[in-house]
């Protein structure tokens, strides 16, 4: 269903670590079927880290003349994009939306960055992933959506905190300064897909803010 405000409104999608721009393909489809225009954007995650992807993803939301641009990030695309958003300066107004977000940084980066030759698997998006943010003071709003189903990677690596996504702990997707937190029911690779995940970013960009939980 389209929804009559997103004319003019754009929506930029980034995977996270060690995934391709086609795992967002889904969501990307039903953001568009709520009357976005959107994109998929590749980046070399392990290869050239975030640095180079967040001069892209500003120089492709400063070509959207006349546009709103919003940021969908999955994992560490969500620090990519709120990295390109902090430098509000020139950008066209949006909004964020971060799934399975490591905001406070990655306990199973740490696991992995302390397993002899781990880091190596992190490459150049390892400082972002272990250091992670102290607080988003921009000036977008940011809705964050966490999974609470333990299935993935971080099991076999441990140390996350329960609740967890199987990557990413709720703990670690909880940020000072931003507007909304929801948690589901869906692993980290599951946000990609699931309805629920898909209607709450729509909404998000739509209000600023979540739908509320129904009683």
């Known amino acids: 269903m389209k929804h009559a405000s997103t004319r003019n409104q754009h929506v930029i999608l980034l995977h996270g670590i060690w995934m391709r721009g086609i795992t967002l393909q889904l969501l990307a489809r039903r953001v568009r079927a709520a009357g976005y225009t959107a994109e998929i954007v590749d980046y070399a995650s392990v290869f050239s880290g975030i640095a180079p992807a967040v001069e892209d993803l500003r120089e492709r939301m400063r070509a959207r003349e ?14 990519v994009a709120l990295e390109a958003a902090r430098g509000e300066r020139g950008l066209p107004n949006g909004r964020v939306v971060c799934l399975g977000p490591p905001l406070r940084g990655s306990a199973v980066a740490r696991g992995l960055a302390a397993i002899p030759g781990g880091k190596l698997l992190l490459g150049y998006s390892a400082e972002p992933l ?25 099991v076999a690596v441990g140390g996350l905190a329960s609740p967890h996504d199987g990557t990413v702990s709720v703990e670690e997707t909880q940020l000072a300064g931003i507007a909304d937190h929801r948690t589901v029911a869906a692993s980290h690779t599951g946000l990609l897909f699931s309805h629920q995940v898909a209607a709450l970013t729509i909404g998000f960009l739509d209000a600023g803010r979540f739908a509320p939980e129904p009683d």
């Open 130 to 154: 272990l250091a992670g943010i102290e607080e988003w003071t921009g000036a977008r709003r940011v809705g964050v959506i966490a999974g609470r189903l333990p299935y993935g990677l971080g």
């Open 66 to 79: 006349g546009d709103a641009v919003h940021l969908v990030g999955h994992s560490l695309g969500s620090l």
